[in-house]
């Protein structure tokens, strides 16, 4: 065999099990180290988005008071942004872009009160449990905090 033949072998020859098992050693201590780092970032962007989408809430319900003179009853609810409530005059909506009431980023409807127990309303989720109190993802957020 010629050397040339020799150094085309040794070039094709690829990586030890020793060399893949280091690699793959690697990745599982950066999964470990980066996976839950990212996961919690995920949680807390619901939250986030959920105190975004109360505030945009908040903001088409003074909308309507401007036009109405009132806040919507708790019987009309936040569907009274999107669709005119029956006897109401000088309602100028739909008060939301996408002319429907966003579910909260767990999918649960925006709970609505009026009066309410931290101001004039509430808007708010239960958060991921649905259930009131809890903490992380499981606390309620609301247009009070």
């Known amino acids: 065999m010629s050397t040339e033949t020799t150094l085309r072998r040794r070039g094709r020859r690829g990586f030890?099990?020793?060399?893949?098992?280091?690699?793959?050693?690697?990745?599982?201590l950066l999964a470990g180290l980066v996976g839950p780092q990212v996961l919690n970032q995920l949680g807390g962007a619901k939250s986030k988005t959920a105190r975004i989408q109360i505030e945009d809430l908040v903001q088409a319900v003074e909308m309507f008071k401007l036009d109405v003179g009132r806040f919507p009853s708790n019987a009309e609810g936040l569907p009274a942004l999107v669709v005119e409530p029956a006897g109401v005059q000088s309602w100028n909506g739909p008060y939301l872009r996408r002319r429907q009431v966003p579910q909260d980023p767990w999918g649960n409807d925006y709970l609505y009160r009026n009066p309410g127990e931290h101001g004039d309303i509430d808007i708010y989720s239960l958060g991921a449990d649905g259930q009131p109190g809890g903490s992380g993802e499981n606390a309620v957020v609301g247009s009070w905090q």
Do not use: S
Not at 16 to 28: M, S
């Open 16 to 28: 030890t099990l020793v060399e893949l098992l280091v690699v793959l050693a690697i990745l599982v």
